[in-house]
């Protein structure tokens, strides 16, 4: 940069250039008074004189002396040349360092320019897109809160609108799908009644518009059940289910009252899914249904039959204390960890090829008919938490389990349940039957019907604690060498 700065001397007003005219008139000037000094010098000395010789001599020198300031002066005037030269030389560096400092300076400016109005447009997208994203968060709040509230309407064309309402929603706001199955869920929560049988034609009116509220609000729940069921089949499959389900959907229907419930094939998400206490008239089907968490059935009633063939279930199935009042399906279902202790099973129980990776409990459980378990696997000696059973398994009578570690238990247990109908296991089933209870004559023996207990267990005839002679009818399973030492 300091090549380019001026002196003091350049910081004064420009050199003045002489001009043609100038340098002219300067050379005649010469050329005369080089003529008028020859013709003087001639007149006075030209007469071969010593002493005009000696003056000629000194005058030679003079002149020799004058041409040497003339050079002296030419000299210098090359100087003023040069110097000008790089003067100029410098202004044109001075010019080209001011306009590229001009030109990045103007840059600067220009990307200082760009830079705003980026940052500008920026902020307007931005705050464009908060607007948007909160004019789009109280439109789905408005459509939510105007759906729920026809959703509680008395009327139940107006149920129906807000429940299509919802459903669409779901589709358009994915992150409101664990809202509204939960909105769905309460709703089916909420007390029910059966219609009950059809008015005869002179019923009172009363009683026509109090069956006619009732027939409605079947069909409004029937139709939040298909609603779910829908959402919950993946179709396709699991890696890719279509659009329209609802990976994020809360189940929660403990206490409701489900009405011909079908959800087969459906793919229940959720780490704990609660049936607990829930009531389930009519056929239920879950038929190929994968729950991908814990799946809660503890005190559920099912008034019709009940289908869970082929199910899976990845965690745990509880079904303590459930009963069963038809026939209970369970045929080549998975289940990771199942628990029916307390359970009745009041019609067959079918569990043919099903797959028990865990553990299987069904202590103190009550089989009213008959009771299939061919084909089952059972997991072999698998060490079980005492902690994953509850108080009614650890009074059970360990003792009795053959085993070589006492970390390791038999995880299929019947200890106390009831075999009224007929029993079928595998011959080489490894299950826990100590305390069982069995009819010692098979209901159904003419049509061929009998127990087929594994390998090593037998019934001992034993008085019930309602009966008080062994010839009651019942037995108790016990290990075939304590059979037959009695």
């Not at 030679?60 to 030269?85: D, S």
């Not at 814990?294 to 199910?311: H, K, Y």
């Not at 069904?362 to 059973?389: H, M, S, Y």
């Amino acid at each position: 940069m300091a090549d380019y700065d001026r002196s003091d001397e350049d910081r004064k007003a420009p050199v003045r250039v002489l001009s043609r005219r100038t340098i002219a008139v300067y050379a005649w000037l010469l050329l005369i008074l080089a003529g008028v000094s020859s013709w003087l010098l001639l007149t006075h000395f030209g007469d071969g004189s010593e002493a005009s010789k000696t003056r000629l001599d000194s005058i030679r020198a003079v002149g020799t002396i004058v041409l040497g300031a003339g050079g002296a002066v030419g000299l210098l005037l090359a100087a003023r040349r040069q110097r000008t030269t790089e003067q100029d030389l410098v202004e044109k560096r001075r010019d080209l360092a001011l306009k590229q400092r001009a030109q990045v300076h103007a840059e600067r400016v220009q990307r200082h320019a760009e830079q705003v109005a980026a940052d500008t447009q920026q902020l307007q997208l931005k705050v464009a897109w908060d607007t948007a994203v909160d004019a789009a968060a109280r439109r789905v709040t408005e459509l939510f809160d105007t759906a729920v509230d026809k959703l509680g309407s008395e009327k139940a064309p107006v149920r129906f609108g807000g429940l299509y309402a919802l459903e669409r929603l779901a589709g358009h706001a994915p992150d409101q799908q664990p809202a509204i199955s939960k909105v769905l869920c309460a709703y089916l929560r909420m007390p029910y009644l059966e219609p009950g049988d059809i008015p005869g034609p002179d019923t009172d009116d009363a009683v026509l518009a109090r069956y006619e509220r009732r027939r409605e609000e079947r069909e409004v729940r029937l139709a939040v059940q298909r609603v779910l069921a829908d959402h919950l089949n993946p179709r396709i499959n699991t890696s890719n289910p279509l659009p329209r389900y609802w990976p994020n959907a809360a189940i929660d229907l403990t206490g409701a009252t489900l009405i011909d419930l079908d959800w087969s094939h459906c793919r229940v998400p959720g780490e704990n899914v609660s049936f607990r206490n829930a009531t389930f008239t009519g056929s239920t089907k879950f038929s190929s249904t994968t729950f991908t968490g814990d799946a809660q059935f503890s005190g559920a009633t099912f008034t019709g039959s009940a289908s869970f063939d082929n199910a899976t279930f990845t965690s745990e199935g509880r079904f303590s204390n459930a009963v069963f009042t038809s026939d209970a399906r369970f045929n080549r279902t998975t289940l990771t960890s199942a628990r029916f202790d307390l359970a009745t099973f009041a019609g067959g129980a079918w569990f043919d090829s099903a797959n028990f990776t865990r553990f299987a409990y069904f202590g103190r459980t009550t089989f009213d008919q008959t009771a299939c378990f061919t084909k089952v696997t059972f997991p072999q000696d698998a060490p079980i938490n005492e902690n994953q059973l509850n108080d009614s398994a650890s009074r059970n009578r360990q003792d009795a389990v053959p085993t070589n570690q006492k970390s390791t238990f038999i995880s299929a247990r019947f200890s106390e349940a009831t075999f009224t109908g007929s029993a079928s296991f595998d011959e080489h089933a490894t299950v826990d039957l100590f305390g069982a209870q069995a009819t010692l004559a098979v209901p159904g023996a003419v049509l061929g019907l009998r127990h087929e207990w594994p390998r090593g267990w037998a019934v001992r005839p034993q008085a019930t604690k309602s009966a008080t002679s062994k010839d009651s009818g019942w037995g108790i399973l016990v290990r075939e060498h304590l059979a037959t030492s009695d």
